[in-house]
């Protein structure tokens, strides 16, 4: 039987986030890595009942939390994506064994994120804050508290759908003026950012589908078809969408 050797960082990490809830006695850590090298904990606690929580080595745990999505209210802020009760150690120990398997397989059941605040600074180098294949995003311009996404290529190129050419321009997606003509493209970092006094986020989805080769790969691919031309929906099929089905191979809105 092969052991599996967990990061000691991650452990430390671990430790740190049980700090910060409310929980009964520790009986268990059950560690385990899906096919992307993502490592993930599940804990299993006593009080009145069984609870078992799920810690995963999210990245960019440094940076500030903007906003979490799929996250419990209980959880929020902390480093626990869910938790759940059991009235026995064996049902306990069996929705463990059950996840472990899934997780372990790549067969994730959550599409829970995390979008954090990058620096200012970004707007001067961004491959010093992101990395090929991230998930980046901004502020719409206007009235409605709503954001435009894309997909960090490196090198100062981001892909994202806008109804603008590939030259720049605004990547403002919701245009109804651009909109029949929105599609696929690459553009600038700054062209996506429209200032330099822009917040940037990254949203960090909990379990990594792909590495950031194949979804920067998928994203030219798409951009190469004109993905979305002719189709642009403002509820069904815009860049939030691109950004997703490019990270996680399914189309959702980020908020």
Not at 77 to 92: K, P, Y
Not at 164 to 170: P, R
Not at 185 to 214: M, P, T, W
Request: proline share 3%.
């Amino acid at each position: 039987m092969r052991v599996y050797i967990y990061p000691t960082s991650f452990d430390n990490y671990v430790t740190e986030e049980l700090k910060k809830e409310c929980m009964g006695t520790e009986i268990s850590r059950v560690y385990g890595k899906t096919p992307c090298g993502q490592h993930f904990c599940f804990i299993t606690s006593k009080a009145f009942w069984y609870a078992v929580r799920l810690i995963v080595d999210e990245e960019y745990r440094h940076l500030k939390i903007h906003r979490e999505q799929g996250i419990p209210g209980i959880s929020r802020g902390n480093g626990v994506i869910f938790s759940d009760d059991f009235l026995t150690r064996e049902r306990a120990s069996n929705f463990v064994n059950e996840k472990l398997r899934k997780y372990s397989n790549g067969e994730f059941d959550t599409d829970a994120f995390r979008v954090r605040v990058l620096p200012m600074d970004v707007h001067q180098n961004p491959d010093r804050y992101l990395q090929p294949g991230d998930h980046i995003q901004r502020d719409m311009l206007g009235v409605l508290p709503i954001s435009h996404d894309g997909v960090y290529l490196g090198n100062g190129e981001v892909a994202d759908i806008s109804g603008t050419s590939n030259n720049g321009g605004s990547s403002s997606s919701s245009s109804s003026s651009n909109s029949d003509n929105a599609k696929a493209r690459n553009v600038s970092f700054r062209a996506f950012a429209l200032s330099k006094n822009q917040e940037i986020r990254i949203i960090v989805h909990c379990f990594r589908r792909y590495s950031g080769v194949d979804i920067c790969t998928r994203a030219r691919s798409f951009v190469t078809v004109n993905y979305g031309n002719g189709q642009y929906n403002f509820f069904t099929k815009n860049c939030q969408h691109f950004a997703t089905l490019c990270v996680t191979g399914k189309e959702f809105l980020t908020e």
